[in-house]
């Protein structure tokens, strides 16, 4: 039986996303194998190798979530096309704060890159996905973007009142 090694910074065992100072990401611990100090063996990963591996997990899914019922099947994405339009600097485009993924509170999963479809009648398709923080996909929801321009609009009558 192996043990996990601990993070010295944190004092606790190495979690998803942790980064080290060469920039390597821990992804997991391999528990079928120990190392000769009796630690599980670690996976860590390259920025570019993780965010693939985050590309592959979010299309595999993207494709399991049509089985709730409203999503349509139709699903053509692919990891570079995801590449293509996730934010270079890893910016939610609607509140501009930085995305990172996991965590394990609310607060910190708010902040997680969201893959959201801009028409909620289409599928997971080229032309009609974006990335957004979790937050911002939470409240979206499955509203077409008319209905949250016409909120935007309400929001700005009752802050307009509550100024006066």
Request: include cysteine; glycine fraction near 8%; charged fraction near 30%.
């Amino acid at each position: 039986m192996g043990k996990k090694r601990i993070n010295k910074i944190t004092g606790e065992p190495f979690k998803q996303g942790y980064v080290r100072d060469d920039g390597y990401i821990f992804k997991s611990y391999e528990f079928a194998s120990t190392d000769e100090n009796g630690f599980y063996k670690e996976k860590w990963m390259s920025p570019q190798s993780h965010l693939r591996w985050r590309m592959a997990q979010i299309i595999s899914k993207s494709k399991r979530s049509y089985r709730r019922g409203s999503i349509p099947k139709e699903n053509n994405l692919t990891i570079d096309y995801l590449l293509e339009i996730f934010p270079n600097n890893f910016r939610c485009p609607v509140f501009g704060y930085k995305m990172e993924w996991g965590g394990e509170t609310t607060l910190e999963k708010d902040t997680s890159p969201s893959l959201d479809r801009i028409d909620p009648e289409l599928g997971y398709i080229v032309g009609n996905v974006q990335f957004i923080s979790t937050k911002v996909n939470r409240v979206k929801s499955d509203q077409h973007m008319k209905r949250l321009v016409e909120l935007g609009d309400w929001a700005k009558k009752v802050l307009k009142n509550v100024e006066k």
